[in-house]
């Protein structure tokens, strides 16, 4: 049975990707954001990010920044080519209104089977391969403070049948229960392992449930978003 996350949720099968996102909002509105970005019949990019603060400031630009991006995306450029041009753009905007946002890239070529990694001071992905885990050193500094994007650069993975990915914004593994402990990077990456044979949906579901267990559904400070990606078997 699928759990029910209303207009906040989102799947998608593209280019031999299951994908499953949902970002739940601290507050009526939010500053997370995650979004799913065909590329032609064979490819896919996928974002998530986290504006600064929440509430109706961080939306507006949550939302600005969505809009770049969703022009760089159209314009066949590279992850960096994209993330280049928001911090020279969206980044300056954010700069201006004395906020930043960080934000994490994805992009599947299905002919290769491989995915391209690239963070702008986002938490890296968790990639599921069998029994193996691997996070990607992928880092950067977030949008909003230079003009140019600075990090690490791209990392490359293939992807096999069956594996999955990871994205979360910070207010996920910092969710509190009524006890003040946090989630976790543990909790979760143990809660993938031991149901990543799911579709990504049903993956997605399962990690709600139990965030919402530990948290005992206590309203959180931060905005929580989730988004699965899994290569068809």
Known sequence: MSLDTGDRGRRIIHAGIQGAGCSIPADLEGGDFFAFIPRGEDGLIVAIGDVMGKGMRAAGQRKDLCTVLYSCTGKDLSLLEIVNQLAATAGKRLYRAGSFATLGLISYERQHNCITCLSAGHPSPVIFSGQNIYMPRVRGVALGFLDEYQGTGPEQFI???????????????????????????????????????????????VILRDLFTFTGCKQQRDDVTLVILKRDQ
């Open 159 to 205: 992807l096999s049948r069956g594996d999955v990915v990871v994205m979360y914004t910070d207010g996920l593994i910092e969710a509190r229960n009524a006890g003040g402990q946090h989630y976790g990077l543990n909790r979760l990456t143990g809660i993938v392992a031991a149901n990543a044979g799911l579709d990504a949906g049903d993956l997605q579901d």
